[in-house]
C-alpha cells in the first residue's frame, strides 16, 4: 500500500487513541456501491519460516500468553463491534482467512470463524470463501468439514517442490504434499484451488522452478500465485544473508524465473490477471484480492490485520494475548489509523490497478501521469494499442518493471 499521513484526524474529530475508535461519517458513505470484504488473520504456526516477517507466533513463543479459544473469542467480539460500526453494512461478498497457518484450527475451528462472520455481517448468497491451509495439516476428511461449513475456495502454501529449496526456506512440508492435498481439495468438491509459488530462493536452478511448475500443472488447480523472494529484515532468511551464509536474491535470476513462470502457466491454459496471479477463467481469479486492488472495503479483524473502508485504514494490535484483552475489556483492539488524503488514494489507485491485466483508466492519470504513460509506451512498458483505447497495460516487459513504471506515472 502506499504512504499516508499517520494519526491524521477525521473530519469528525480526532481521535488518538484505539479505545476512541470510531469511523467518521465520511468513510461510510457510499457503502454498499464498493465491494466488500472480511480478511480474519489466524496468527498461530507450528513453526516459523525463515523468509517470513507476518504477525504469527508458534506455541512456545507465546506460552500461556494467548490461545486459539481466547483468539475465537475475542474474534466474534470484534466482528460484534465492527457490525455496529457500520450500521447497514451489506452482506459480505468475500471472506478471506490467513496467517499464520489457518488450517492448525481444524475443520471445526474454521466453520467457527465463518459462522462469527456469517451471525456478524451475514454472507452474500454468492460469497467467495477462502481460507489458506498449510498442506501437513490438511486431510481428505478435513477438506470435507470446510466444505460443509461453506467455504469454496482454498490456497495451498508449495513454494517450490524441491528438497533443497524448502530447506533454504525453512518450509517443513515434504515436496510432494501440496500436491496431494490440491487433489485432495478438489476431490472434496472445491472447484476453486490455488497452490502459491515463491521463486528467485538462492539455491534455486531453473530445472527446479520448471520441476515446481510442472507438480503445479499436474495437481490441476485452477490458480497460482507466484511471488519473488524478497529478504525482509528482521527474518532468520535476512540474518543469514547479512552473515554471507547464503547470497541475496539476484535480480537477473528473478526476471528470468518470472518469465518462466509465466509462459510455463501460459502455455498450460491459466492466464495472468494480476502480475504475481494466474488462474484459468475469471470464475478462477480471487475476487477478495481485487477487492483490495480495485479499492473496495474490508474489515480485517485478528491480531495485526489491517482494514479499510472508505478512505479511512487502521490496523489492530499485533499481540494475541493484547488483541483478546482488549476486546474482553469492550474495545476495539486499533492499534492506529490514518486517513488516506486525495494523493494518498490516487497513489493506491494507480499502484494497484496498473498491476491488473485489465490496466488503468488514463482518465485516472493526471495530465502529466498521462505524458508519462505515452513515454512508458514508446518505451515498450505500456501496450500501446490499449493505450490509444483510453487503458493505461502492463506490457510482459513492463510487468517486470511494474513499480517503475508506477513512479513514473505519478511523479
Not at 517442490?161 to 524448502?166: D, K, M, Y
Not at 515446481?212 to 495437481?219: I, N, R
Not at 482488549?326 to 489507485?349: K, Q
Not at 508519462?372 to 514508446?378: L, S
Amino acid at each position: 500500500m502506499g504512504p499516508g499521513r499517520r494519526g491524521a484526524g477525521w473530519d469528525t474529530g480526532d481521535v488518538s487513541t484505539p479505545d476512541a475508535f470510531q469511523l467518521p461519517a465520511s468513510a461510510l458513505e457510499g457503502l454498499g456501491t464498493r465491494p466488500f470484504g472480511v480478511y480474519v488473520h489466524v496468527p498461530f504456526c507450528a513453526t516459523r519460516c525463515g523468509y517470513c516477517d507476518f504477525n504469527t507466533y508458534t506455541a512456545g513463543e507465546l506460552g500461556s500468553g494467548a490461545a486459539p479459544e481466547d483468539w475465537l473469542d475475542g474474534l466474534r467480539r470484534e466482528l460484534d463491534l465492527a457490525a455496529r460500526q457500520m450500521p447497514g453494512a451489506p452482506a459480505v461478498d468475500t471472506v478471506f482467512v490467513g496467517g499464520g497457518t489457518p488450517s492448525l484450527l481444524g475443520a471445526d475451528g474454521l466453520a467457527a470463524v465463518l459462522d462469527a462472520v456469517r451471525q456478524a455481517f451475514g454472507l452474500a448468497a454468492d460469497a467467495e470463501v477462502t481460507t489458506e491451509s498449510n498442506p501437513e495439516s490438511t486431510s481428505p476428511r478435513f477438506f470435507e468439514g470446510l466444505r460443509e461449513a461453506g467455504y469454496t475456495r482454498v490456497s495451498l502454501g508449495m513454494q517450490s517442490a524441491a528438497p533443497h529449496v524448502l530447506r533454504v526456506l525453512d518450509r517443513v512440508h515434504t515436496p510432494g504434499r501440496p500436491v496431494e492435498a490440491a487433489k485432495e481439495a478438489r476431490a472434496a468438491g472445491f472447484e476453486h484451488v490455488n497452490l502459491d509459488l515463491i521463486y528467485g530462493t538462492p539455491g534455486e536452478r531453473p530445472e527446479d522452478l520448471q520441476s515446481s511448475l510442472d507438480a503445479v500443472l499436474e495437481s490441476g488447480v485452477d490458480h497460482v500465485s507466484a511471488y519473488a523472494l524478497i529478504v525482509e529484515d528482521g527474518t532468520a532468511l535476512a540474518r543469514r544473508v547479512r552473515k554471507g551464509e547464503i547470497p541475496a536474491p539476484d535480480d537477473d535470476v528473478l526476471a528470468a524465473d518470472y518469465e518462466l513462470v509465466d509462459a510455463m502457466l501460459e502455455k498450460a491454459g491459466l492466464r495472468w490477471y494480476e502480475v504475481s496471479n494466474w488462474a484459468a477463467t475469471d470464475a478462477a481469479r480471487c475476487r477478495h484480492n481485487l477487492g483490495y486492488w480495485l479499492g473496495g472495503d474490508w474489515w480485517g479483524a485478528g491480531p495485526g490485520a489491517h482494514s479499510h473502508v472508505g478512505g479511512v485504514r487502521w490496523w489492530n494490535v499485533k499481540h494475541p494475548a493484547r488483541y483478546a484483552a482488549t476486546l474482553a475489556g469492550g474495545e476495539l483492539p486499533v492499534g492506529g489509523h490514518e486517513l488516506l488524503t486525495p494523493e494518498d488514494r490516487h497513489l493506491e489507485r494507480v499502484m494497484l490497478e496498473l498491476r491488473l491485466a485489465e490496466g488503468l483508466p488514463v482518465e485516472a492519470l493526471d495530465a502529466d501521469g498521462a505524458g508519462e504513460a505515452r513515454r512508458a509506451a514508446e518505451d515498450g512498458l505500456l501496450s500501446a494499442s490499449d493505450l490509444a483505447a483510453g487503458r493505461a497495460v502492463l506490457t510482459d516487459r513492463g510487468r517486470l518493471l511494474a513499480d517503475a513504471v508506477v513512479r513514473r506515472l505519478v511523479s
